[in-house]
């Protein structure tokens, strides 16, 4: 890639004076200031847990069915018919795919990211998973499983924005993202039905809610918190909540058409 | 000056191919934006770092655009080349030369928003200089025609319906439009102002239309030029209304479907030739309708309607 990276800059040159108009793309300094924040320490005699559930009301709208014949081999991936996973509501009447974190209350602090990275896989020409949550700093490893070619473009405001090629049995992809921004799509021009959602969160106290359409955030020190649930098509819900020392406390949110 | 030029049919014939690549490179263009192919190839000049790529999904739309694009950049390299050689107006040099720049410029611009992820500004640029570019290689068709080295026809102006400065008023108005439509694709402003912008621009294509209907209707190459342009331009309203519906149809829709893009791409090519046959009508009004104080030397003056 560096000589994408050298012609960016060559033909970036005589453009400079319509910087201005910019891209959109550079990292915004908020990463730096939370280098120089005090260490964050939960004491776990105290920490407690935020559970939620998240519903729909009304009909679900019907998902089409992704046509893959433009690419004969995605087409063979999938032996029966599959749906876009843009509003998937559970047997139960929740929502998956709803991202959910604690938005505002936490004390200034550093978290330290996990050095596991998140992995997202591009599996039968569909992302999985369709949402993924991740901690800033804190790797993310791009698969490609599929025997064509892919290319893996993340459309982050906040963070620098990217565009990579990922041929199949190419080496996995190592990814960080230095400041929060909640959602942001990943896409595959390639195979444009292909669309992921990330949300980097600065702290440890985020879920995606999966088949049951409940969430729990563990380890959470007390306070009152604003809890935010992000879904890609409906949008921005949020609350407020006080968790008591060892408590637990709890908040729903609800979704409908 | 187009009475020293003897014709020459294997430049005019060349010419002609040209403009057709093209159209066919602006249709190329369209499918790639309408088939969201745009970053389906992350690196440029080579694609996935080969000449010719795995020609699947949305790389064969991205791939087979820069494939037909670098086509048309030889085939204006020749053009520009066979220009030098064998003509001597000096303006049609220059315009040669011209054409050459706007297609080195255009392959810049399509690698610049590759390389940059598409922001509006570099795309839509991109779409602009295509749309003059095409109108540049209709003009060189016409220039190298015998039908244009026979010379004018000139005509008196009419003082009280005067056509020569209305007849610039379509092709900057043309091409107004087209620019909020390639804003509006790239999503830097909304379809809306593509849409309430239209009307103006079909009403400017009619008054100019219409008044040489109108007012030189013995004129042969003026009335052909606007039945040409009012008829592009009757397809492209409807073929525009035609695409903005299956918009509003697949608004939902999680991958470009297909009567969505064949309308839109359709609606972008006859966008071309929309502007292309403005530019055209203009050329001729100001060769055949001369200036009240140039005079009417060397012309085949024929009456006014």
Known sequence: MWENQYLKRLLAAPLLFLAACGTGSQPKPE????QNLPAAHVDPATAGSITGRITFAGTP???????????PQCERAHKTPWKAETVVVNPNGT????????????????WDAPSEPAHLDQNGCIYEPHVLGIMEGQPLEILNS???????HAESKVNAAWNESQPPRAEHKFKRFDSAEVLFPVTCSVHPWMKS????????FFAVTGAEGTFTLKGVPPGTYTVEAVHEKYGRKEGKLTLEAGGKATIDFAYGS | MEANNPYRRGLHRWSILLACCTLLLVVAGGLVTSRDAGLSVPDWPLSYG????PMEGGILYEHGHRMVATTVGLFTIVSMIWILRTERRRWLRWLGVAALVAVIAQGVLGGMTVLFLLPWWISTSHACLAQLFFSTTVAIALFTSDWWLAGPETIHEDERHPIRGLSLLAPVSVLGQLALGAAARHKAIGTIFHISFSPVVTGVILWVSLRILLHYPRHRELRRGAVTLLGITF?????????????IAYADAVQPMPLMVTFTVIHVAVGALTMAASVALAILVRRNVPAISS??????????G
């Open chain 1, 31 to 34: 990463a730096a200031a939370v």
């Open chain 1, 61 to 71: 709208p019907a998902m089409p069915v992704i046509d893959f014949s433009s690419n």
């Open chain 1, 95 to 110: 929502l998956s795919n709803v991202f959910v974190w604690i938005k505002d209350g936490l004390p200034p602090a550093r």
């Open chain 1, 146 to 152: 599929d025997p064509v070619n892919h290319n893996v």
């Open chain 1, 197 to 204: 959602y990330i949300g980097v969160s600065p702290h440890p």
């Open chain 2, 50 to 53: 080969k000449l010719m790529p």
């Open chain 2, 235 to 247: 397809c492209q309203v409807f073929l525009g209304i035609a695409a903005y519906m299956t918009r």
């Open chain 2, 295 to 304: 005079g009417f030397a060397g012309a085949r003056a024929v009456a006014a």
